[in-house]
C-alpha cells in the first residue's frame, strides 16, 4: 500500500472500458466504463439487476468479461480466475458464505497453502499468523473456531482480513452492511474510512444511500446494466442519486410509494382483534426465552433488538424449523405441536427466512416455479391442476414486486441477490396467511422494490394477517410497526 501516490490523476486503481458481460442470452453489462482512484472509495449503485455484483465479480476475476478492457493499477487486467485478481492485489469480500463453516479460523485463512514442515501441518505457525491478520480488523477471536460458529460481522472481518493479509491494496465489498445491526454497521463504516486513509482502494456496492454519502468520495449508478451516472461525493445528494437510480421509472415509483396505508390506522382496531398468535413461555435453542407474547389480526409487530438477540431463532422455532424446548404456541384455537412445520404451513403460519439461499429458494427451478411451491392446492380442481391459473397468479405476485431479469425456465439462482429475495417473498406474501412470520423482508433490494414491500405488507395486515416482523433497520421496524417488542441479548 501507499506506494503509489493517493488520487493519483495519472493511474487509476481501475480503467475498465466497454466492459460487455452476457449469461446466457442476457446481458448483465452493456458496454460499461468506470474509473476509481486510487486511494479513494467509490460507491456502486443501482437497482436489482442493475449490474453491481457482475462489474464487482470482473473487476476481482470471478468473471471474464465477453469484451472491453479491463486496467487495474495501471496494467492490463486479463486475469480468469479470483486468484490472479488476488496476486494483483485485488479482492472482493462477498455477502454470502465466502469460507467453509466447518473448518477454523486459522485453517481457513490458509485455506490452499497449510504451512507443513516434513509434511507435518504446522498448526501452531498457522494460527499465530491467523492472530495477526486478525489485528488490523480489530477481530478478538480464538483462531481455533470454527468459522460456522461466526456472527455475519466476524465473518465479513474476517474477509476483510483475508483480504489485507493477502496484500490486496483494491477491494471490492458487495452489500457488505446489509446484514449488520447498526452498531456493526458504525464499526465497519470506521475501519473501511481508516483503511481508505491508509491508502486501501474501496469499491462500495449499496443500496443504503445514507451509508454511501457517509464514506464514498465519488459514486457511480448502473442502470440495467449501463452507466446511468456519476457524482462527485461533494456534490451528491440522497435525491440526486435515487433520480439517477430509478431513471425513467421515477413517476411509477413515486406512486408506488404512495400507496402504503400510514400505519397507525392499524393501531387501534388490533386492540379488539381476536389474538392470531400466542406464545406462551416459549423457550428454545442456545437460551432462547422464555418468551410471551401476542399478535392480534391485523397488528404488525415488530421485534428489535440486537444481532444475536434470537430474533431469527424465535421466528424460525415458532415455525417448527428448530427445536422448541417448552412452552406453547396458538394460532387461533388450534396449538401448534413443537417442531413440526406441516402443522404450522395447515394452521396458516408462513415464514419469511432470513437466509434466502438456505432456506427460501429452490435454487435450480424458475422463479414462477418457486412462487407456486407448496401452494399447489389453490389450483386444484378437482384432480386437475389449473395450470392458467397458476401461472396467471405467480407472475402477478412476481410482478407486484417488480422481480426484474426473469425469464421462462430460468433458474432463479441466475437472478440477482435482490430478486432473489423479491421471489420469496412473493411466495409468501401471495398466500395471505393468517400468521406471516417476516424476517429481514427488504435487505438488498433498492429503494423501490422496498416501497412495493411495505405496500403489501401493510395491505396484508389490512386484511387481517397477524405478522411478526424482525428488521435491522430500525427506521423500517418503527415504520412498519403498530406495536414494538424489545428483545434483550440472552445468547452467549
Ligand atoms: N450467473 C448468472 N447467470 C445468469 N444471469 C446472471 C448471472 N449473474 C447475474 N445474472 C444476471 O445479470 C443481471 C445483473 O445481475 P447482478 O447480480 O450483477 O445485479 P446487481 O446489480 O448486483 O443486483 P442486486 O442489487 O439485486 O444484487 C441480472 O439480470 C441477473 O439476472
Ligand atoms: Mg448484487
Known sequence: MGSLARGSLSVAAVDARGIVKRFAGQVALRGVDLRVAIGSCHGLLGENGAGKSTLGRVIAGVHKPDAGELAVMGKPARWTSPRDALRAGVAMVHQELAFCPELSVAENLHLGRWPTRGGFVQRRAMESAAREALVPVGLDIDPARAVGSLSTAQEQLLQIAQALASGARLVVFDEPTSSLDDAECQRLLALVQRLVREGLTVIWVSHRLPEVLAICDRMTVLRDGEMAGELEGSNATEERLVEMLVGEHRELRAAKAETAPPPRDLAAPAEQAPAFLRVEGLQGERGLGPIDLEVRAGEIVGLEGLLGSGRSRLLATLFGLLPRHAGRVFVGDTELPPNNVRAALNAGVALVPEDRKRQGLVLGLDAARN???????????????????????????????????????????????????????ARWLSQSPRVLLVDEPTRGVDVGAKAAIHARLHALAASGTAILLVSSDRPELRALSSRVIPMARNVT
Not at 397 to 423: H, I, M, T
Open 371 to 425: 412462487v407456486a411451491l407448496g401452494q399447489e392446492a389453490r389450483w386444484q380442481r378437482g384432480a386437475l391442476l389449473d395450470l392458467a391459473a397458476e401461472q396467471h397468479d405467480t407472475h402477478a405476485a412476481l410482478a407486484e414486486l417488480d422481480v426484474r431479469g426473469l425469464r421462462p425456465g430460468a433458474a432463479v439462482a441466475a437472478l440477482s441477490g435482490g430478486n432473489q429475495q423479491k421471489v420469496v417473498l
